[in-house]
């Protein structure tokens, strides 16, 4: 196998590692291209294990980044939210090694990028404490804590009530017939009380600079929304996945956005709107 075709081997892996890093998949890109630049620069022979030389090399390289992205998102302009995975290659699995959710990936980012490290690399992408501490230049048992703090933060953050496949797809009609028919009091039913809606226009498109909590405000939100912007046609509306969770792809007249819908037992907890038109550009 040549080298370029054992590091697209690995291609697949080493973006899904960068984009729960980073949280933004042209990123996740750019820093693997980076690691293939520094694996056709390597010794081979020296490389015993080539899919943990190149986790290390990824990891450190968004550890890098993770730096100043945190400078950047203190002057980001409303709520962040991650790029949108439309129709990922996830199946609905529950495992967390599967999770691309925007719930597990805010998460992530309020940690320190060394929990976020530790607890990625050893709970999802199964690497060991003794290859985490040479990515992270810690003892093992500083890894350990790393992760284990992360994980605590996971758990707390995860639902209370997992949905099943037959409830995510009830609420995902009832929510997309809710939208076209700018039917509020349906839409109130399927939102929990306690339910959040997050938008993210980065100060480039309309959306909500703050998350809005609670039911009621939000239907006035999505009904002021309506008000404004008229209600969505149905050939606009493209039913999807998003990050794994049931979603649309709203295509307007100044471009695409997303809406992601999280389930937790019979209800919609969250929904995730993405605007800005810099996360969006792989979906033109």
Same mark, same amino acid.
């Given at each position: 196998?040549?080298?370029?075709?054992?590091?697209?081997?690995?291609?697949?892996?080493?973006?899904?590692?960068?984009?729960?890093?980073?949280?933004?998949?042209?990123?996740?890109?750019?820093?693997?291209?980076?690691?293939?630049?520094?694996? $056709? !620069?390597?010794? =081979?022979?020296?490389?015993?294990?080539?899919? *943990?030389? @190149?986790?290390?090399? &990824?990891?450190? /390289?968004?550890?890098?980044?993770?730096?100043?992205?945190?400078?950047?998102?203190?002057?980001?302009?409303?709520?962040?939210?991650?790029?949108?995975?439309?129709?990922?290659?996830?199946?609905?699995?529950?495992?967390?090694?599967?999770?691309?959710?925007?719930?597990?990936?805010?998460?992530?980012?309020?940690?320190?990028?060394?929990?976020?490290?530790?607890?990625?690399?050893?709970?999802?992408?199964?690497?060991?404490?003794?290859?985490?501490?040479?990515?992270?230049?810690?003892?093992?048992?500083?890894?350990?804590?790393?992760?284990?703090?992360?994980?605590?933060?996971?758990?707390?953050?995860?639902?209370?009530?997992?949905?099943?496949? $037959? !409830?995510?797809? =009830?609420?995902?009609?009832?929510?997309?017939? *809710?939208? @076209?028919?700018?039917? &509020?009091?349906? /839409?109130?039913?399927?939102?929990?009380?306690?339910?959040?809606?997050?938008?993210?226009?980065?100060?480039?498109?309309?959306?909500?600079?703050?998350?809005?909590?609670?039911?009621?405000?939000?239907?006035?939100?999505?009904?002021?929304?309506?008000?404004?912007?008229?209600?969505?046609?149905?050939?606009?509306?493209?039913?999807?996945?998003?990050?794994?969770?049931?979603?649309?792809?709203?295509?307007?007249?100044?471009?695409?956005?997303?809406?992601?819908?999280?389930?937790?037992?019979?209800?919609?907890?969250?929904?995730?709107?993405?605007?800005?038109?810099?996360?969006?550009?792989?979906?033109?």
């Amino acid at each position: 196998m040549s080298d370029a075709a054992s590091f697209e081997s690995h291609r697949g892996f080493l973006v899904r590692l960068a984009y729960r890093m980073l949280g933004g998949l042209a990123e996740a890109e750019d820093v693997v291209q980076d690691a293939f630049l520094r694996w $056709d !620069a390597v010794d =081979r022979a020296a490389v015993v294990e080539p899919r *943990a030389f @190149l986790a290390r090399t &990824v990891s450190r /390289l968004c550890l890098d980044r993770m730096k100043s992205a945190r400078a950047r998102r203190e002057q980001y302009v409303g709520t962040w939210l991650p790029e949108p995975l439309v129709d990922p290659a996830v199946t609905g699995s529950a495992e967390l090694a599967e999770d691309l959710s925007f719930a597990l990936l805010m998460t992530l980012e309020r940690l320190s990028p060394l929990e976020r490290a530790a607890f990625l690399l050893h709970d999802v992408f199964d690497m060991d404490y003794g290859d985490i501490a040479g990515v992270l230049d810690r003892s093992e048992a500083a890894c350990r804590q790393l992760a284990a703090r992360g994980r605590d933060h996971i758990r707390d953050e995860r639902p209370r009530f997992a949905a099943s496949e $037959d !409830a995510s797809a =009830r609420l995902s009609d009832a929510f997309h017939t *809710a939208m @076209l028919q700018g039917d &509020v009091a349906a /839409l109130a039913q399927l939102l929990a009380e306690d339910a959040v809606f997050y938008s993210d226009g980065g100060g480039k498109k309309l959306a909500a600079l703050n998350p809005i909590y609670g039911r009621d405000k939000i239907v006035r939100f999505m009904l002021g929304l309506a008000g404004k912007r008229g209600l969505p046609s149905a050939e606009l509306i493209t039913r999807t996945r998003i990050n794994g969770n049931p979603g649309f792809l709203l295509h307007e007249g100044d471009g695409v956005s997303t809406v992601a819908l999280e389930v937790s037992g019979e209800h919609i907890v969250a929904i995730y709107a993405v605007r800005n038109p810099d996360k969006l550009r792989h979906l033109a």
